[in-house]
């Protein structure tokens, strides 16, 4: 069973910071893997999406890697701002299926 | 575009009681897709579907219940609401090719007290 775990579960950095969030699965047939962002009380927002061919996306100052030998992607943000304080999700859609698993995501801060 | 849109916002409900959480997309996508956020989790997924008439359960369907009439529209239907459905529910959508990426409504708020 797919399971998808994200650490840490809360960061808190000062701004100009470039931080890197992490997400493990369990199982490595994954169709496509796509990190979010959401604000508090609001829908989610996609900001990257990696197809299992792939190695990583970039949009901006975000860059997403996959890994999928090691179960493993990374999100790195680059120069944070405090208006990229949000929680951060990863979700995995395992290959041959439409059902996706989200991890609990990461709640990041960034301080000026 | 209006993207993927879900009414009503909020909605109090009582024990027993049902009700239909409404989702419509204008992008003309194949897939559809209900999840469900408890407090500082991750999504659940209740219920999907692929095509019109065409649905399929996910992680945690029991006690709801979906149709897909039209490519537009996905309602889901809450049967006898409890409290443990007590939830926000989010609505997404995808094309069935590049890539699948899930486009998100803005969520309803639902207690059931």
């Known amino acids: 069973k797919q399971e998808v775990t994200q650490i840490p579960a809360a960061l808190s950095v000062p701004e100009g910071e470039n931080l890197v969030l992490n997400c493990s699965f369990t199982?490595?047939?994954?169709?496509?893997l796509q990190w979010f962002r959401q604000d508090p009380g609001k829908g989610l927002t996609s900001l990257l999406l990696?197809?299992?061919?792939?190695r990583e996306q970039t949009s901006g100052r975000l860059n997403a890697s996959l890994d999928k030998s090691s179960g493993r992607s990374t999100l790195y943000i680059a120069a944070s701002q405090p208006g990229d304080s949000a929680t951060y999700l990863c979700a995995v859609v395992n290959t041959g299926g439409f059902k996706t698993i989200f991890g609990a995501g990461t709640r990041l801060f960034v301080k000026a | 575009n209006a993207g993927v849109t879900q009414t009503p916002k909020f909605r109090i409900l009582k024990i027993g009681q049902s009700m239909t959480l409404q989702c419509a997309q204008d992008m003309n996508h194949n897939y559809m897709y209900w999840y469900r956020q408890d407090p500082g989790m991750g999504l659940k997924l209740i219920y999907y579907s692929v095509g019109a008439g065409i649905t399929d359960k996910g992680e945690v369907p029991n006690g709801y219940n979906v149709s897909r009439s039209t490519t537009e529209d996905f309602p889901l239907r809450l049967e006898l609401a409890a409290p443990s459905q007590t939830s926000v529910y989010f609505c997404a959508s995808s094309y069935f090719s590049e890539g699948r990426e899930q486009y998100f409504g803005p969520g309803t708020r639902l207690t059931v007290t």
């Open positions: 990696i197809q299992s061919s792939q």
């Open positions: 199982d490595s047939a994954i169709y496509n």
